[in-house]
């Protein structure tokens, strides 16, 4: 007999070996010891929730920032920076004497008017005299809001220019958060859903909010485009601060109280779902099910598995071959499919 041929039966009966070798391994009682427990997972119970991640900033709801309608030097400042005020408590006074003056003419005028002038110059006087009182009244910076002070960099003797911010009043009962959610995402976003907060400042707690308000328009943002969106706060902290980082977890889907596996576990053949049942011998065998919500780790089951029930992880770590991949591991009689059930790919 030639080499030549003997290599080639040599080769033959290696490759009859490998094809068979698999079946003898993956027959009967082995397959029970192929699958061990860190390949099973329990069916569970609970809830599932879809999210969108987005980062953005803590702002107060309500901010005002306040400044004189006129120009003139600061005689007085009435609060400090980070004070908590009231609406309508005085803040700031300027040097207010010529319109003090201004004041007490007007109110002269008016007087000699109404004893012997004609009815359309009391009138006028009447308006002048109003007119000074609105300019020494502005003389003096009261609160818009109640809050708390912030951006307070003037002191006593600066001169101010009329419409210069001179400090912003905060409102700490209430705050949101500011978020650019991506363009992609945007259309699963919806007024009330709820909202998931973390922050930087608290790093051992999570806050609960809402979506409040979406833009109307999209912007673009470090060269993307987003849709920008406010997030109410459930419950404040009295040391909150506007420009604090906040990360978000917005839940835009969810299933409570549900049967679920991870997702590892379904796989799909002819549009049929399926999952690798287990029993308490550790035999498996495909079972169809319905599956709901997805949430890249986990994935509800509507039908199908109890609670309690037990699957294969997962479930490709067990495929073969397309065609025969149950009888490569499980064998004739070993707790696989039948031949008429469903086969092909995990």
Do not use: C, W
Not at 70 to 91: K, M, S, T, W, Y
Not at 226 to 247: A, K
Not at 261 to 284: C, I
Not at 295 to 315: C, H, K, P, T, Y
């Amino acid at each position: 007999m030639s080499k030549i041929k003997i290599i080639f039966i040599v080769l033959g009966v290696l490759v009859a070996a490998a094809l068979l070798l698999p079946r003898f391994i993956f027959t009967g009682a082995d397959m029970r010891e192929s699958i061990q427990p860190h390949h099973v997972t329990g069916v569970n119970r609970g809830d599932i929730s879809l999210t969108i991640s987005a980062a953005g900033e803590l702002e107060a709801v309500d901010n005002k920032v306040h400044g004189f309608l006129q120009g003139g030097r600061i005689e007085e400042i009435l609060v400090e920076d980070g004070q908590e005020v009231d609406a309508g408590q005085e803040l700031i006074q300027l040097d207010s004497r010529q319109e003090q003056l201004n004041l007490i003419r007007a109110q002269n005028q008016y007087q000699s008017a109404v004893i012997g002038a004609k009815e359309s110059e009391i009138e006028e006087q009447k308006i002048n005299l109003e007119i000074a009182e609105k300019n020494l009244e502005e003389r003096t910076l009261t609160a818009r809001i109640s809050g708390r002070i912030a951006e307070l960099d003037h002191r006593e003797g600066d001169q101010v220019a009329a419409g210069t911010s001179i400090l912003r009043v905060i409102d700490t009962s209430s705050y949101l958060a500011r978020v650019n959610i991506d363009e992609g995402d945007s259309r699963l976003v919806e007024p009330g859903q709820e909202v998931i907060l973390e922050m930087d400042a608290f790093p051992a707690e999570r806050f609960a909010g809402s979506i409040s308000r979406i833009q109307s328009t999209a912007v673009r943002d470090s060269g993307m485009i987003v849709v920008p969106v406010e997030i109410s706060l459930s419950n404040n902290r009295p040391d909150f601060r506007p420009g604090y980082s906040v990360d978000v977890e917005i839940v835009v889907n969810s299933a409570l109280d549900t049967v679920f596996v991870p997702v590892t576990a379904v796989y799909e053949d002819e549009d049929q779902e399926f999952v690798m049942l287990v029993d308490r011998e550790y035999n498996a065998e495909p079972q169809p099910v319905e599956t709901g919500l997805d949430d890249g780790v986990r994935v509800e089951i509507v039908s199908g598995l109890e609670e309690g029930d037990r699957v294969i992880i997962n479930a490709y770590q067990f495929a073969g071959r397309p065609d025969d991949r149950f009888q490569f591991f499980f064998g004739p009689g070993s707790g696989g499919p039948s031949s008429g059930g469903p086969g092909g790919g995990f």
